[in-house]
């Protein structure tokens, strides 16, 4: 075109997540850095929640407004959430995530740029177990739980323990377990009643149903 010389500008708009720290390192770095897990959970959060089917009525309905409005307010609850998917994460095989966008087109032409593809990437692969392990924590009844310890600790300061304790259950992956629940999607996982239950021992609807 007469001389001039030509280029192609990927989006006009900005992006608050850089494209070379999308690049670089791994998933678990990016997480912590370019494109924090706790923005992702802040993103998904929703959808994580439709997945799970609770009878239809008012207690429900409040039951996930508590969720929605409270886990995002609890560092330490997310914290928890990060260090299992981060493990999860580790046991893909996500060496050549970026490549694999970068090479399918139906991974580039919805999105307005580069960044953005990778970005909801990230968030496709993330969100997965996310709502596995909020499915599991709410199938015993354990996630309000957390958040009632938390708030007697604060006020009476001697529930570090009861934290503590369901810190360390959490953890155990045939507690809490996700491996064999199918993928999420909305309406996905059918929720008993039990599950709208608040109890102030951690997991105690397990240990009860040991007993039992």
């Known amino acids: ?44 959060l929703l959808w994580c929640l439709s997945c799970m089917k609770y009878p239809s009525n008012d207690k429900s309905i409040n039951h996930i407004k508590t969720l929605n409005e409270k886990i995002l307010k609890y560092p330490n609850f997310i914290k928890c959430l990060k260090v299992r998917i981060l493990e999860w994460i580790k046991q893909q095989p996500t060496n050549d995530w970026q490549y694999e966008v970068a090479s399918n087109k139906q991974n580039l032409y919805p ?13 496709t692969l993330f969100k997965k177990p996310i709502a596995q392990i909020l499915c599991a924590l709410e199938r015993l009844s354990a996630t309000k739980t957390f958040f009632s310890i938390n708030e007697r600790a604060r006020s009476k300061g001697n529930y570090e323990k009861l934290l503590e304790f369901w810190e360390q259950v959490y953890m155990d992956k045939k507690i809490v377990k996700i491996e064999n629940m199918q993928n999420p999607k909305p309406d ?6 039990g599950s709208l239950l608040d109890l102030e021992f951690p997991f105690s609807l397990y240990f009860m149903n040991q007993i039992n």
Not at 188 to 193: P, T
């Open 111 to 123: 999105y307005p740029s580069f960044s953005a593809a990778l970005q909801t990437h990230i968030r």
């Open 188 to 193: 996905g996982y059918n929720m008993q009643a």
């Open 1 to 44: 075109m007469c001389g001039w010389k030509q280029i192609t500008i990927e989006t006009l708009s900005g992006s608050n997540v850089s494209t070379s720290g999308l690049l670089g390192g791994s998933l678990s770095s990016i997480v912590d850095s370019t494109y924090p897990f706790e923005k992702i959970l802040q993103q998904e």
